[in-house]
């Protein structure tokens, strides 16, 4: 039991947390009739989510075990079937989906958004991430797409801003995860992704330095634009942009100098800097929103 909970990487769930972001920064954050569809779309996400992460281990079987680190996952270790892997996998699809039938309006929708991010993943699976730059466009397309289910499930209207920001700031930490494979390749002289050779450490340190740049430029727009300060009736959210800059900062240095870009959810789980810089943002829209 203990090798399939690893298999599905709990860890990982804190991810879809994203699908809440709607209702957070639409003021719905303490009604229960927009909040409880919320966490049922989380629910099927987690599920959803675990079941491809099952088809990724399974997939890539042959070059995990050539792997220094992926070679202790479940079943490149041998620790757990590929019928193990195959019947859980279709579970977790199946509970999914179950959570989405739970929702009291907009199911269907919500379960067409759903089972396009599994399709999509699939494919990245399957041969898509094997593409440089169009691994890491479908990894943060797939956070848009989680923020799309939560807008559907919620029936709240998402704004240009922050599809634009989901996108941006997980293509940003996409590309610092991916430094983290050069970082191995030019140490081992083998590629852990068979498109990590389409990458070297000048360009995902410019794609990095570019993203970080145009992710705190669209910030700063969102906080000062006419919409926003009229919907939130104050015009004090450019003050977060400190807290934004030195997040990014802290990242870049996280994943420069420290070399801990490998796994983004395990340096927010981790990173006591980190965490205080997003609790503190978090804090300051929640009173100026509540």
């Not at 099952?54 to 680190?69: G, K, L, M, T």
């Not at 959570?99 to 067409?112: D, I, S």
């Not at 450019?238 to 990242?251: A, K, P």
Request: aromatic share 12%.
């Amino acid at each position: 039991m203990k090798q399939l909970i690893k298999l599905v990487r709990p860890k990982q769930w804190t991810k879809n947390l994203f699908v809440l972001l709607p209702i957070f920064f639409g003021g719905q954050l303490l009604h229960p009739d927009v909040l409880i569809p919320g966490i049922i779309t989380v629910l099927a996400y987690c599920m959803v989510a675990s079941s491809i992460y099952c088809f990724n281990d399974i997939h890539d079987v042959a070059d995990d075990r050539r792997h220094p680190v992926k070679c202790h996952r479940p079943i490149a270790s041998g620790a757990v079937s590929m019928m193990q892997a195959y019947a859980t996998m279709f579970v977790l699809f199946l509970l999914g989906f179950g959570f989405v039938a739970l929702l009291p309006f907009h199911r269907y929708e919500t379960g067409a958004v759903l089972l396009a991010y599994w399709v999509m993943n699939l494919l990245y699976c399957a041969r898509l991430k094997q593409y440089a730059i169009v691994d890491v466009c479908i990894v943060a397309f797939g956070f848009v797409l989680r923020l799309l289910a939560g807008g559907v499930a919620t029936a709240v209207v998402l704004s240009k801003w922050i599809v634009l920001m989901t996108f941006l700031v997980t293509l940003f930490m996409s590309f610092a995860k991916r430094r983290d494979d050069v970082v191995r390749m030019n140490e081992t002289g083998e590629a852990p992704r068979k498109n990590t050779s389409r990458y070297n450490l000048t360009f995902i340190n410019q794609a990095i330095t570019i993203t970080a740049s145009v992710t705190l430029v669209c910030y700063i727009m969102y906080t000062v634009s006419p919409e926003v300060t009229k919907r939130f009736g104050t015009d004090s959210l450019y003050l977060t942009s400190i807290l934004v800059l030195v997040g990014l900062l802290r990242y870049i240095q996280l994943t420069v100098v420290d070399m801990k870009s490998g796994d983004p959810t395990k340096i927010l789980l981790a990173d006591r800097f980190m965490q205080l810089i997003v609790v503190a943002w978090i804090l300051f829209f929640l009173v100026i929103i509540y």
